[in-house]
């Protein structure tokens, strides 16, 4: 049975076709037994990539596709990776459902674009950070606020080649939620150390950032 309604297969199928601009290439990282969700999330891709000849879809298994694995930096399925002319390091650990599905697709309208909206003074600061950056943004299906912080991370993944950034589905990976206390959603976790609650304006959020940075 199809995850999407023809309704909805229609209007990407158009958005697609308006706004795709350059190919886009979506990694999925699956396997057969012991992985929640995995069949779902593969599907999800299959029906997306299917509606633009601009998508492309490879699929690999996480315990067989050591290499793929290890070139994506992978450690968790089931996972996605939104490549463009380049890996920007846009990341989905967990089926990217609910409000997170309208990531999804702006993620890759944006990937195939190779630019992002992002404010004058966000870009001067990206400009000057010189250490790596990983963001994990905690989330659920159900939660409205959280495509917000999911888009913001993973704008600044595709703007800077030093952030990398993870939407990661809570209730799939618990072990993860617990880790990094997460109570609420969204929850966006850097670097292993800075924390920010709730959908963070991009202002606030790059004040809170490079007021972390400063202080280490």
Known sequence: MPLLQDKDKETIENQFQEELAHPVKLVNFTQ???CQF??????LVEEVAALSDKVE??????AIDKEKV?????????????????????????????????????????VSKREVELL????????????????QVFVT???????QAVRLAHKL????????????????FPQLAIKYNVRGVPRTV????????????????????QEALKTR
């Open 190 to 209: 850097i670097n292993e150390t800075i924390h920010i609650e709730g959908a963070a304006p991009e202002p606030m959020l790059m004040a809170r950032l």
């Open 157 to 172: 993944a595709i703007a800077s080649d030093n952030v990398r950034a993870d939407m990661v589905e809570a209730m799939e």
């Open 120 to 135: 004058p003074a966000t870009r001067e600061a990206l400009a000057e950070i010189a250490e790596p950056l990983h963001f």
């Open 57 to 62: 879809l490879e699929v690999y298994n996480f």
């Open 38 to 43: 995995c069949a779902e999330t593969r599907q």
């Open 70 to 110: 290890e070139e994506y930096g992978v450690d968790k399925i089931p996972a996605i990776a939104i490549v463009g002319e380049k890996d920007y390091g846009v990341r989905y650990y967990g089926i990217p459902s609910g409000y997170e599905f309208s990531s999804l697709i702006e993620d890759i309208i944006d």
């Open 141 to 147: 299906p159900t939660c409205p606020y959280c495509p």
């Open 32 to 34: 057969a037994l012991e």
